[in-house]
């Protein structure tokens, strides 16, 4: 069982920065592929991020450019780095992982953190 703590979700105003940390159980962090995913009010959840074990990393049309997954696997620990942020990036940003990164960016991720909000003020 792998257990996700997302941390440092927040208010903050268009065109500004934010950065959310999860912090993952599982001794074998650094073999698991790690990603982000996110839902506004009143629409479905969808993709964000993922970063797999050897770092490569891809993103949803939406944020490319503006947002940057990344890991430390010392710490058990992927961000996201999230500039330019627009009021449409509000949302709940969950943290998934699981050993392969497809079935992270298909939707089917094994493991789910609880959540952080993040809101974007126009």
């Known amino acids: 069982q792998v257990q996700l703590v997302e941390s440092g979700g927040g208010l903050v105003q268009a065109g500004g920065s934010l950065r959310v940390s999860c912090a993952a159980s599982?001794?074998?962090?650094?073999?698991?592929?790690m990603g982000w995913y996110r839902q506004a009010p009143g629409k479905q959840r969808e993709f964000v991020a993922v970063?797999?074990?050897?770092?490569?990393?891809i993103y949803a049309d939406s944020v490319k450019g503006r947002f940057t997954i990344s890991r430390d696997n010392a710490k058990n620990t992927v961000y996201l780095q999230m500039n330019s942020l627009k009021p449409e990036d509000t949302a709940v940003y969950y943290c998934?992982?699981?050993?392969?990164?497809?079935?992270?960016?298909?939707?089917?991720?094994?493991?789910w953190g609880q959540g952080t909000q993040v809101t974007v003020s126009s």
């Open positions: 599982r001794s074998a962090f650094s073999s698991t592929a």
């Open positions: 998934v992982a699981d050993r392969i990164s497809r079935t992270v960016v298909a939707g089917t991720p094994a493991y």
């Open positions: 970063v797999t074990n050897v770092g490569s990393t």
